[in-house]
């Protein structure tokens, strides 16, 4: 075919189409069915299923968390003392708050328990889930026996150790009395009843902490241990250099759950203490309840919560930062 037919022909294609138009626009030739557009219908029957799933969870927590958080703010700068009905004071509660010396002490004793309980706890519960995540017989046995704490009544587990802590018949002074040393009034004393409470505190909270870690520890990838054996690894070097970095995400949940837990411990105080002697034992949770349901000043324990909750937020955010929890759970 020459070239002059080829443009003639094009040409003539041409001009059918300007005059007929494209095959849509033919007559007779009803156009092309659409095709079903179900993605859209699909994706919105899914979002309306997660709404509906998650509808309990968030009306739980409107109800129980959110409106009591806004009642809290509002009254932090009222006085109300339940019988009377609450009055503006503005920053009044805040004012007398930070010139408390009681609460100031509070503060004090809380930042020291979560300083000596926290890791201490987390060190010691590593070392157990290290233990046991070997081929030790017993491990269901040892597993159960250390996680129990961690389940029983707190109540139940002061007024054991109230028994044990006893200057007379306790088992603590039993023993000093055995090795030949003189046992101290314990939760009397004011230079030992913060020890005394701070090692209830990690005895009770060792079976959470090794139970996320020994989970964590599980589900680590055995084929990085194995290449690292092949390298000539020693077992220190894998901990170091393999274990704690793969832990990260674990050590960040529990570094944060154990701070807000220490920061709002108060049935150990309640029970073995009472705050004293002294107020050396007193902690913030213990004087919101004096402020609240001993004294009746509402409002100021309202504040005392605000500044119990910056604390924790404050804490969360700077833990966060420095170890880089944000990066480690992605």
């Known amino acids: 075919m020459s070239t002059t037919e080829g443009k003639s022909l094009s040409g003539s294609g041409a001009g059918l189409r300007s005059r007929f ?24 029957s899914r979002r309306r299923a997660g709404l509906l799933m998650v509808a309990p969870a968030l009306l739980h927590a409107l109800i129980w ?15 109300y003392d339940v019988l009377t009905p609450p009055r503006f004071t503005g920053l009044q509660n805040f004012r007398d708050l930070f010139s408390d010396n009681v ?10 328990y979560t ?19 070997t081929k030790l ?9 250390i996680f129990i704490p961690q389940v029983t009544a707190t109540i139940a587990v002061a007024l054991v150790w109230l028994w044990i802590y006893d200057p007379r018949s306790g088992l603590a002074n039993a023993v000093l009395s055995f090795l030949g040393l003189d046992g101290p009034a314990w939760l009397s004393s004011t230079d ?36 690292a054996s092949v ?52 902690m913030m949770t213990y004087e919101i309840y004096k402020s609240a349901f001993r004294e009746f000043r509402m409002g100021y324990a309202c504040a005392q919560s605000l500044v119990l909750f910056a604390l924790l937020l404050f804490l969360t955010l700077l833990n966060r930062r420095i170890t880089g929890g944000d990066r480690a759970t992605r």
């Open 21 to 44: 138009g494209s095959r849509r626009g033919l007559p007779g030739l009803p156009p092309p069915a659409a095709a079903p557009s179900t993605g859209g219908s699909l994706a919105r």
């Open 65 to 79: 968390i959110g409106i009591p958080l806004v009642a809290a703010v509002v009254l932090s700068f009222t006085s």
């Open 103 to 112: 609460f100031r002490r509070a503060v004090l004793n809380t930042s020291i």
């Open 115 to 133: 300083f000596f309980t926290v890791p201490v706890a987390m060190g010691i519960a590593l070392l157990i889930a290290l233990m046991l995540n």
């Open 137 to 145: 017989a017993g491990r269901a046995i040892f597993r159960t026996a």
């Open 192 to 227: 030992w009843a913060m020890p005394a409470v701070i090692v209830v505190g990690i005895w009770q909270g060792i079976g959470l902490k090794m139970l996320i870690y020994l989970a964590a520890l599980q589900s680590l990838p055995v084929d990085l241990y194995e290449a």
């Open 231 to 282: 390298d000539g690894a020693s077992k220190v070097r894998q901990f170091f250099s393999l274990t704690l970095p793969l832990l990260r995400p674990a050590t960040f949940f529990v570094f944060v759950t154990s701070v807000i837990g220490a920061f709002q411990s108060f049935d150990q105080v309640y029970i073995l203490t009472d705050g004293g002697p002294a107020n050396s034992t007193t």
